[in-house]
């Protein structure tokens, strides 16, 4: 059953924007952040075209009473943050609230196919990009108990990054006391 999330654009003041406060979207802005170019933002965008940015990535947010917190867009949202003053007004999507599992689902996938778009070129960039996403998929699991698709799972995202598998090696056997003592 598709769900139907209402959205109505809005300009907003950028200092009435706030990062999320639930704890699942705190871990997928963070690890959005992790994932992002090393590059500052200054370096790629003005902000004289922050207002196409802007349109062109959205940043949705939801209310919380007096001010709005961001439920995703968050490299967009922290783009705006670097490069605009916070009195500026920026366009955003605003989310009727819904239940917190879909705000993080979205979140979630965003992340991923953003990831996956922009699959980094080198290995060891995939590597990274991999582990932080598998680390924050078991954390959703764990923490939050956000049972992802299998398609999102662990095995998965090792395939759809290009992972090879690290060589295993056989576990090593722990000797007892017992026959540390009767070897010397």
Known sequence: MPIAIKEETLNLPLSKVQSPALDALIDIEQTS???SSRQPVYAWLDASDMGWFLRYNPVMVIQVS??????????????????LDPDEQITVQRIR????IILVKGAFYELVSQ????TPTSSSEGVEAYDQ?????????????????????AKS??????????????????????TRLMEE
């Open 33 to 35: 952040l992790a994932l």
């Open 66 to 83: 007096r001010h709005f917190e961001v439920v995703a867009g968050f490299r967009t949202y922290h783009a705006a943050i670097s490069i």
């Open 97 to 100: 609230k819904v239940e917190d």
């Open 115 to 118: 990831s996956l778009m922009h």
């Open 133 to 153: 996403l598998r680390k924050l998929s078991l954390r959703l699991r764990k923490q939050h108990g956000l049972k992802l698709p299998e398609k999102f799972s």
């Open 157 to 178: 995202l090792k395939s759809l990054f290009g992972v090879k598998s690290k060589e295993m090696r056989p576990a090593r056997k722990r000797k007892s006391e017992l």
